[in-house]
């Protein structure tokens, strides 16, 4: 796996131009048959999720949506953005597997509920892992929580070593547990994130990612609030900022 991992680069081009190098078995391998079916079977595990924690899922869908406003703003191609939405969809996808007295705990959780939590990248990456064609986006899932300098899990992989959508989606993810209200707590504004994205930006972020999300999301604010991108599920009530 390190060595599909290792080939997945963002090439930078005078800051602006991004050449996606993603590899591993593509999902255009899969014939447009099995794909409908795959579709059918995404959207039962997503309804899964929502069943599970509706937070989570409305959660899910805004992260896909962020993502892609950026694969957008960095002129993706439809089959990368495909990937990058279907990873960005599942990407907390293990949290099926985490007990709902940790997953639904309003208060901090404690080191070992912490260490129980760190699990789910590597239980999403063993829901996905033998879907014919979902290998990357397995590997995307795996590598959310890893950090730019090396200190996340649960690879500790590092920088470019990091897939690309993995870190995107960290920067998707972290824009969205910031300004979402949850039951417990309001969300925070728009401006409150972006200064937490710069702020870690080259320790916990990508921070070539950070400042092109910020300026694609600056982008979209102003010009296309109401602007869906994702094509997998039109439930997109959840896309709404208000607590499930
Ligand atoms: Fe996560």
């Not at 910020?214 to 994702?230: F, G, L, S």
Request: with cysteine; glycine share 4%; charged share 35%.
């Amino acid at each position: 796996m390190s060595e599909k991992v290792k080939k997945l680069k963002i090439q930078k081009q005078d800051d602006d131009i991004l050449i996606l190098n993603q590899v591993g078995k593509k999902l255009e391998s899969v014939s447009h048959e099995t794909l409908q079916v795959y579709e059918m079977a995404a959207r039962s595990i997503l309804k899964a999720l929502d069943m599970k924690d509706n937070y989570t899922y409305g959660h899910s869908l805004r992260v896909a949506q962020y993502c892609l406003i950026l694969g957008h703003h960095l002129g993706m191609s439809k089959e990368e953005c495909y990937e990058l939405e279907l990873s960005a969809l599942f990407h907390d996808i293990g949290k099926i597997g985490i007990p709902d007295r940790i997953l639904r705990k309003p208060d901090r959780l404690d080191e070992d509920e912490f260490e129980v939590m760190k699990r789910h990248p590597e239980l999403s990456y063993e829901i996905l892992k033998d879907f014919k064609g979902f290998e990357q986006i397995a590997i995307n899932t795996r590598h959310h929580h890893e950090r730019y300098d090396g200190n996340g899990y649960p690879d500790k992989l590092k920088a470019e070593e990091i897939p690309a959508f993995s870190r995107i989606i960290l920067i998707a993810d972290t824009y969205d547990a910031i300004t979402s209200s949850r039951v417990y707590r309001k969300g925070l504004g728009h401006q409150v994130a972006f200064d937490e994205l710069h702020e870690f930006a080259g320790s916990q972020f990508d921070p070539f990612l950070v400042k092109q999300f910020t300026k694609a999301m600056d982008k979209h604010t102003e010009k296309d609030e109401d602007k869906t991108y994702i094509t997998l599920i039109h439930d997109l009530e959840k896309l709404k900022k208000e607590a499930a």
